[in-house]
């Protein structure tokens, strides 16, 4: 059994059993580790373990920890280790440092026996995962430990409370499995030690006044019987019983502490059972729900997703170029690599070119190719994007960045199929289907000559427009749960899923960089996050990252406006026609035209 010792500044060391899988430290009294020391913090410190070790951590960023004399802020405890709270000194062993009382010498050598069988234990409990080898070898130690002939680690099932516990592992003194071994147990004593949660001893179950009169120990002619229970967080969730059916008196207080310490030990191990089986089945569940809602790499059933999902299907099979716009960070690649994925070249190449990235005066060359010799620095002939992707799909993303002179020649090779190399005058031919990208508004860059029509109206054959994150309902949760289980497993994190309130604060929130931004703040999350559930803190979704709540007649106000000017807009700037269409004075269009053109100053009046 692990222990932590406490040494006051006076007195006695203080021992105190390991038990649990958070033990927490600090001045407060509501404390497992209570430490009387001002320059201790009221919860300083917590060790956890989870089966197999034993991780010390602070719970404070104020709270000082050094551990064999060096700072840290979490470390794994092995036996042996001192370690300070502040101005408080601790150690850590990995089995019990019980103090010697004056026991006779049979009793004393009992215990030690004891404190063996719970360090090999916990030795082994570092090199086996699997849940019935680790019952089957603590009862076997058990039963060694006590003389016992039999012991059961029993479950509470609350689903099914009427139907009391049921056995979940029994072995007899031979290491073997016990059949039939819920007729075996005691059922008074079990239901004793679940309802008061404390541990049992019986020396002589026949001619005990509590359950001497019990049908199940006069059936079973029950002599020596322990049982101890088994606590999750306070609640009980089985019991470990061991009962030796021909020895009276054979089990003693020692020996009950030490089982109790040994039900610790199995609390534990199912605890992080149910903990393993509970992830398996929300990952299943997951699954499960992405298969409805994925479509080839792209995860979203929102009725906007969904009719893209439906024009993609129709038109991959085709040659027709296709023009995805959306807001920065919606996923317009994954888009263009499904459209590649389901069309007839999916066998051939899919080339990427970012136009918004590549330099002014080197684009028409990545693009194109050169020979050798057509400009300082050509050292060789080298083909450009359009040859590399014949027969694929070439994906021109932030075309809307492309100059105006390379629209020009872009619009060239898209209508002929014909590309030049810079340097060169013979024509190559280029199979290939072009998809483009953009996040910019390519009719307003039409109207201001920054974007050629005729350009446009050849890469805008069919338009997928893909909605923000904020618009897409609860796709943003089912896209959240993906991403996480993706990165957690590729960054061996130990984030298992998210608090309750962190998936309200991710739906709460704008999102303005869209998937791109859900996705990297998942990914900072857990690289700095130590506990299993995200919280919105580690998303840097707390309180002040939220959208503050506007008054309802601001926000009519505000929607009216936009509505107003993306009619009058549609109208081509004509106000009579505006008013007519909206069914409204001609006045409220000159109101709203006022407020764009001379917005009311921050603290200003609007009299």
């Known amino acids: 059994m692990a222990m932590i010792r406490y040494f006051p ?27 009387p020391d001002r320059s201790v913090e009221e919860h ?15 719970l404070s960023r104020s709270a000082e920890i050094q551990i064999n004399g060096k700072k840290k802020r979490r470390a794994r405890l092995v036996h042996g280790d001192r370690f300070t709270l502040a101005a408080a000194q601790l150690g850590f062993s990995m089995f019990s440092e019980l103090p010697q009382q004056a026991p006779d010498a049979d009793s004393s050598g009992n215990e030690v026996g004891g404190l063996r069988k719970l360090h090999a234990f916990s030795e082994r409990l570092m090199t086996t995962t699997s849940v019935d080898e680790l019952l089957e070898m603590l009862l076997d130690d058990v039963i060694e430990f006590t003389g016992a002939a039999r012991g059961m680690v029993l479950l509470v099932d609350p689903a099914e409370s009427d139907a009391g516990p049921r056995v979940r592992a029994a072995r007899n003194v031979k290491r073997e499995a016990i059949q ?8 008074s004593i079990v239901q004793q030690v679940i309802e008061n949660k404390r541990a049992v001893i019986v020396s002589d179950a026949l001619s005990d006044t509590t359950f001497g009169k019990s049908e199940s120990v006069m059936a079973l002619q029950l002599s020596s019987v322990m049982c101890a229970p088994l606590l999750s967080q306070g609640e009980v969730i089985g019991c470990l019983y061991v009962a030796n059916d021909q020895v009276k008196h054979l089990f003693d207080r020692q020996q009950l502490e030490v089982l109790t310490v040994f039900a610790g030990q199995a609390s534990l191990i199912l605890q992080n059972a149910m903990l393993l089986t509970a992830l398996r089945a929300d990952k299943k569940k997951l699954e499960e729900e992405l298969h409805d809602k994925r479509f080839g790499e792209i ?104 100059t105006t002179s390379l629209q020009v020649k872009l619009l060239r090779a898209i209508q002929e199929r014909v590309v030049f190399r810079v340097g060169d005058s013979r ?42 994150l904020a618009d897409r309902g609860d796709d943003v949760f089912i896209i959240a749960k993906a991403l996480l289980s993706k990165y957690a497993d590729e960054m061996q994190s130990p984030v298992r899923g998210y ?53 309802l007649e601001k926000a009519k106000e505000d929607f009216q406006r936009k509505y107003v000017l993306e009619v009058l807009e549609r109208n081509n700037g004509n106000r009579t026609q505006t008013a007519r269409d909206l069914g409204v004075d001609p006045r409220t269009i000159f109101r709203y035209l006022e407020k764009e053109q001379n917005p009311i100053p921050s603290g200003g009046s609007s009299d």
């Not at 500044?9 to 430490?35: H, M, S, Y």
């Not at 300083?44 to 602070?58: S, V």
């Not at 996705?519 to 919280?535: F, G, M, P, W």
Request: charged share 25%.
């Open 9 to 35: 500044a006076e007195g006695p060391p203080l021992l105190v059993p390991i038990t649990k899988p958070l033990t927490t430290i600090g001045r407060g009294l509501g404390n497992d580790v209570a430490i």
């Open 44 to 58: 300083h410190a917590q060790i956890a373990f989870n089966g197999r070790d034993f991780q010390l951590e602070e």
């Open 180 to 187: 039939d071994a819920a007729g075996k147990i005691s059922d």
């Open 299 to 402: 995860i979203g059933a929102c009725p906007s997703m969904l009719e893209v999902f439906r024009k993609l299907q129709k038109v991959a099979a085709t040659d027709i170029s296709v023009l995805i716009t959306g807001e920065t960070g919606t996923g317009k690649e994954l888009i263009a690599r499904e459209l590649h994925r389901r069309s007839n070249r999916v066998d051939g190449p899919f080339i990427t070119v970012n136009c918004g990235a590549i330099p002014e005066n080197l684009i028409e060359s990545e693009m194109f190719g050169h020979v050798k010799g057509a400009f300082t620095g050509a050292i060789a002939s080298r083909p450009g994007k359009f040859q590399l992707a014949h027969e694929g799909t070439l994906f021109l993303d932030e075309v809307g960045e492309l």
């Open 427 to 468: 024509p190559e031919k280029c199979d290939i289907r072009i998809v483009a990208a953009t996040n910019r508004d390519l009719d307003e860059m039409i109207k201001t000559g920054d974007f050629r029509e005729d350009l446009y109206y050849r890469l805008n054959v069919v338009n997928l427009w893909l909605p923000p």
């Open 499 to 551: 608090a309750p309130q962190a998936l309200a604060a991710i739906k709460r929130y704008n999102w303005p960089g869209n998937i791109r931004q859900l996705e990297n703040r998942i990914k900072k999350a857990l690289v700095l996050c130590e506990r299993t559930l995200l919280s919105p803190e580690d998303l840097d979704l707390g309180p002040e990252a939220q959208q503050p709540i506007m008054p």
